[in-house]
Structures are given as structure tokens and as C-alpha cells.
């Protein structure tokens, strides 16, 4: 049996491969009505076309009879012909694209209890579980990540990013802005809001790299962003205002709870932040997670902010008797918490739930889309 990633997508190939789509799924997915077969079918061929990685199993004399689709390291289609189930060619193809493709992640219908079984048998953990399926039909999916095996688990601390790790920034940052704008007199449109993001981002890249100090930062934003609205503001009072806003919010990250609670019965947690100090005190205490936490280490306590190495510096004499090898450092920014690990010497593992494209010059070890999945790396 020869494996191999199809480049050349022809008519022909596309027309086997639906064959062999059509009696697999007639074979496992005894769930689904002839109507919905024949609907699902119309939208095979694109999926086959643009899918990344395109693997074909094809028998001795050259037809096709498996085939696996994979993209960003997850699995998004793996259907064998009937005739030719139960061989092991599966656990080839996934084994394939966990070797090729850093292939760790799928999802799998609920009421094919064969395929879950199979999943499990290669290694991977259901890490959440939805009502509907990605159409919205009422399928149950499971996700499923690839685990770690127990003997490879080497950690002793984990570091956790807080803003778009464990807290919604975003949300608090909008809902702040509302109140902040229509002190202003202006209306909270998206396109404000939009534009106060992209400011008030490029505002902190410059801090991380070390070319403005958080004290300034926070005023100029409001100063510059208003003035893009042709208004002059006070930025200390402006800021005043949307801190007493940001401070009591708390919107958690979904599976941010339960994942702590998991992971500080294994391990010790500390917080690794950039930030007003207070601000990020009251918005942990608020949500309840600073209870999971051995140590909180925010940058304006540090007198330096990630990704500097003064900022791990200061971090890591906290933390006596654990050496960098032995952290993981959790986070959703490849500049701020995965730059900082790769320099500071942690293992690292990106928070990345919107399929964000990475960069070449960051590598971090694991990256993942529901923080559930952590329970399958630790």
C-alpha cells in the first residue's frame, strides 16, 4: 500500500476519491439519513480541492482507497473504503500525518463510537464536546487532542498569560471603551472601538520592545486616539476612567476555570503578565482564579514586561528550585509569552483560537485552540 500527499488534484482523482468518501460514510455513519448523504456529498469536491494536505492510500494497482485531509494540525477528513478497513491502514494514515504534519488535533462524530474508539487507541483525549455539529446540525461532535504520554511529562511549574489566555481582554477592553467614548460624547461604533484596538496595540508592542514607558503609554493611547477623532482629551483622566472600568471586569476565557483547577492539583501555577499591576490583582480576584495560583507576577512589579529577559529574570528568582526546562509557559501572543519562553529557556505552548498563522523566527512547542487541551499535554 503506498501513501502519499496528492499535489495534482485531477478530475479523475477527485471523482475516486468521492467513491471511496461515499462507502466509508455509508459504512460508519449509520446516523446520518440518505438525503443528508446526498447533501454532504455536493460539498466534497471543494473540501478535496482546497484542503492543505491532501494523503492518498492507493492499493497495487494504483487506486485510490483511503484518504486523509490535513490543515494547521488538524485532521479534517480520514474516510477508508470498506473493503479495506480493519488493516491498519488508519493508524498509517495518522500516524502519517502526526510525523508529517504535526498532525494533534480532530473532531469526530459523537454517534460513531468506532472512530472514537480508534482515536483513543492512537493516543488522542476528548477535550470538549458540543451539542451541534459545525453545520448546526444535532450531532454531537467530540474534539479530541493528541496527549502526552505520561512518561514524557518532565514539568514542575506552568506559566500563565492572563490577558486573551485566562481573561477576555477584548470583551473588557470593548465594554470599557463604550463608557469611555460616551463620556466623550461619542457614539461606541464599531469603527471607534476598531481603531482604539489598533492604536492602543501598537502602543504596547512599542512597550515590549522597549521603547516607551508604561506610565506614558497609557495616557498618550487616549491622547492619540481621540485626536483621531478631532477631540482634545486629558489622557491621565481619560485613562482614570477606563481603568476604573477595566478593574471590574472579569470575563473568563472558556475553560479557563476547570482547566486551572486541573492543572493546579499537578502542578505549581504562576501568572505571567504584562500590565497595570492593580488592575490585574482585582480582575484575577474577581474571577476567581487567583486562588489557583502559587505566585503573580505582573510586569509593573517586575520593572520590566515580557518578552525581556529582565522580566524572566525577576520571575525566576521567585520561583526557587524549579529551572526553566522544568516550565511550560502558556500563552496567546507569539511576541509577548512565546518570544519570552524561547528566550528565557521554558518549553512553550501558544493559546492560538483563531488559527492564526505563526511565524518562522517563533517556534513554540505546542500550540492549541481550546485551552481543554492542555489536559491532553499535562
Given at each position: 500500500?503506498?501513501?502519499?500527499?496528492?499535489?495534482?488534484?485531477?478530475?479523475?482523482?477527485?471523482?475516486?476519491?468521492?467513491?471511496?468518501?461515499?462507502?466509508?460514510?455509508?459504512?460508519?455513519?449509520?446516523?446520518?439519513?440518505?438525503?443528508?448523504?446526498?447533501?454532504?456529498?455536493?460539498?466534497?469536491?471543494?473540501?478535496?480541492?482546497?484542503?492543505?494536505?491532501?494523503?492518498?492510500?492507493?492499493?497495487?494497482?494504483?487506486?485510490?482507497?483511503?484518504?486523509?485531509?490535513?490543515?494547521?494540525?488538524?485532521?479534517?477528513?480520514?474516510?477508508?473504503a470498506?473493503?479495506?478497513?480493519?488493516?491498519?491502514?488508519?493508524?498509517?494514515?495518522?500516524?502519517?500525518?502526526?510525523?508529517?504534519?504535526?498532525?494533534?488535533?480532530?473532531?469526530?462524530?459523537?454517534?460513531?463510537?468506532?472512530?472514537?474508539g480508534?482515536?483513543?487507541?492512537?493516543g488522542?483525549q476528548?477535550?470538549?464536546?458540543?451539542?451541534?455539529?459545525?453545520?448546526?446540525?444535532?450531532?454531537?461532535?467530540?474534539?479530541?487532542?493528541?496527549?502526552?504520554?505520561?512518561?514524557?511529562?518532565?514539568?514542575?511549574?506552568?506559566?500563565?498569560?492572563v490577558?486573551?489566555?485566562?481573561?477576555?481582554?477584548?470583551?473588557?477592553?470593548?465594554?470599557?471603551?463604550?463608557?469611555?467614548?460616551?463620556?466623550?460624547?461619542?457614539?461606541?461604533?464599531?469603527?471607534?472601538?476598531?481603531?482604539?484596538?489598533?492604536?492602543?496595540?501598537?502602543?504596547?508592542?512599542?512597550?515590549?520592545?522597549?521603547?516607551?514607558?508604561?506610565?506614558?503609554?497609557?495616557?498618550?493611547?487616549f491622547?492619540?486616539?481621540?485626536?483621531?477623532?478631532?477631540?482634545?482629551?486629558?489622557?491621565?483622566?481619560?485613562?482614570?476612567?477606563?481603568?476604573?472600568?477595566?478593574?471590574?471586569?472579569?470575563?473568563?476565557?472558556?475553560?479557563?476555570?476547570?482547566?486551572?483547577?486541573?492543572?493546579?492539583?499537578r502542578?505549581?501555577?504562576?501568572?505571567?503578565?504584562?500590565?497595570?499591576?492593580?488592575?490585574?490583582?482585582?480582575?484575577?480576584?474577581?474571577?476567581?482564579?487567583?486562588?489557583?495560583?502559587?505566585?503573580?507576577f505582573?510586569?509593573?512589579?517586575?520593572?520590566?514586561?515580557?518578552?525581556?529577559?529582565?522580566?524572566?529574570?525577576?520571575?525566576?528568582?521567585?520561583?526557587?528550585?524549579?529551572?526553566?526546562?522544568?516550565?511550560?509557559?502558556?500563552?496567546?501572543?507569539?511576541?509577548?509569552?512565546?518570544?519570552?519562553?524561547?528566550?528565557?529557556?521554558?518549553?512553550?505552548?501558544?493559546?492560538?483560537?483563531?488559527?492564526?498563522p505563526?511565524?518562522?523566527?517563533?517556534?513554540?512547542?505546542?500550540?492549541?485552540?481550546?485551552?481543554?487541551?492542555?489536559?491532553?499535554?499535562?
Open positions: 500500500m503506498k501513501i502519499t500527499e496528492v499535489k495534482m488534484r485531477t478530475p479523475d482523482l477527485i471523482r475516486q476519491l468521492l467513491e471511496v468518501w461515499e462507502g466509508s460514510v455509508r459504512a460508519t455513519h449509520l446516523f446520518l439519513s440518505e438525503d443528508e448523504i446526498n447533501h454532504i456529498k455536493e460539498y466534497v469536491p471543494q473540501a478535496l480541492d482546497s484542503i492543505a494536505h491532501l494523503v492518498i492510500a492507493e492499493d497495487g494497482d494504483g487506486r485510490p482507497v483511503a484518504f486523509m485531509g490535513v490543515e494547521d494540525g488538524s485532521l479534517e477528513m480520514l474516510f477508508i470498506p473493503q479495506e478497513r480493519g488493516k491498519g491502514l488508519g493508524k498509517r494514515l495518522l500516524q502519517y500525518g502526526i510525523e508529517n504534519y504535526g498532525l494533534k488535533r480532530l473532531a469526530v462524530n459523537e454517534q460513531n463510537p468506532q472512530a472514537k480508534f482515536y483513543e487507541h492512537m488522542f476528548v477535550y470538549k464536546r458540543t451539542e451541534l455539529d459545525e453545520q448546526g446540525n444535532p450531532y454531537p461532535l467530540l474534539y479530541m487532542s493528541l496527549a502526552k504520554k505520561p512518561s514524557e511529562k518532565k514539568y514542575r511549574a506552568v506559566l500563565l498569560d490577558d486573551g489566555t485566562l481573561l477576555d481582554f477584548n470583551q473588557a477592553e470593548a465594554e470599557g471603551m463604550k463608557v469611555v467614548l460616551k463620556a466623550y460624547g461619542f457614539e461606541p461604533t464599531k469603527e471607534r472601538l476598531r481603531l482604539y484596538h489598533e492604536i492602543n496595540d501598537r502602543a504596547w508592542a512599542a512597550f515590549e520592545r522597549g521603547e516607551v514607558t508604561k506610565e506614558k503609554l497609557v495616557c498618550q493611547r491622547v492619540d486616539f481621540f485626536g483621531r477623532l478631532g477631540k482634545m482629551v486629558d489622557g491621565a483622566e481619560a485613562e482614570a476612567l477606563y481603568r476604573r472600568q477595566l478593574d471590574a471586569s472579569a470575563i473568563l476565557i472558556d475553560g479557563a476555570p476547570e482547566v486551572c483547577a486541573y492543572l493546579a492539583k502542578y505549581d501555577l504562576y501568572v505571567v503578565t504584562n500590565g497595570t499591576s492593580s488592575t490585574q490583582y482585582k480582575r484575577l480576584a474577581a474571577s476567581g482564579l487567583d486562588r489557583f495560583m502559587k505566585d503573580i505582573v510586569s509593573e512589579d517586575a520593572g520590566s514586561q515580557k518578552p525581556r529577559k529582565e522580566y524572566f529574570d525577576y520571575c525566576f528568582r521567585r520561583m526557587p528550585g524549579i529551572l526553566p526546562q522544568e516550565m511550560i509557559l502558556v500563552g496567546d501572543s507569539l511576541s509577548s509569552d512565546i518570544l519570552g519562553g524561547n528566550q528565557a529557556g521554558t518549553d512553550t505552548c501558544w493559546y492560538n483560537p483563531a488559527g492564526l505563526g511565524r518562522e523566527d517563533i517556534r513554540p512547542d505546542y500550540e492549541i485552540r481550546d485551552l481543554r487541551e492542555l489536559e491532553g499535554i499535562l
